[in-house]
Nanobody
């Protein structure tokens, strides 16, 4: 079992920045990479970015690659999502998840999920 806890969400004005964190515990050695997804009201959950635990490899959705950055801290078992130049359409619940594959861009390839953290971007 792997437990994932996201934090760092909140309310921010358009153009602002937020950094989300995802702390992993449990059998993290069974995972190879971590990913971030988001789900806006009435929409499907969508892939944002993924990173291998060693942080050597990253992969982004085209829609965010110019504004978002994923990183990791192995010593803390924590993955981050730095979000810059936020737009109202970035408003969503953001989830982190663990996977044994890379790059994994579909929900079904992820084994464990956090509870999500709300990000709201006001115009």
């Amino acid at each position: 079992q792997v437990q994932l806890v996201e934090s760092g969400g909140g309310l921010v004005q358009a153009g602002g920045s937020l950094r989300l964190s995802c702390a992993a515990s449990g059998r993290t050695s069974s995972t190879y990479a971590m990913g971030w997804f988001r789900q806006a009201p009435g929409k499907e959950r969508e892939f944002i970015a993924t990173i291998t635990w060693r942080g050597i490899r990253t992969y982004y959705a085209d829609s965010v690659k110019e504004r978002f950055s994923i990183s990791g801290d192995n010593a803390k078992n924590t993955v981050y999502l730095q979000m810059n130049s936020l737009k109202p359409e970035d408003t969503a619940v953001y989830y982190c998840a663990s996977t044994r594959q890379f790059p994994a861009v579909v929900i079904g390839l992820y084994d464990y999920w956090g509870q999500g953290t709300q990000v709201t971007v006001s115009s």
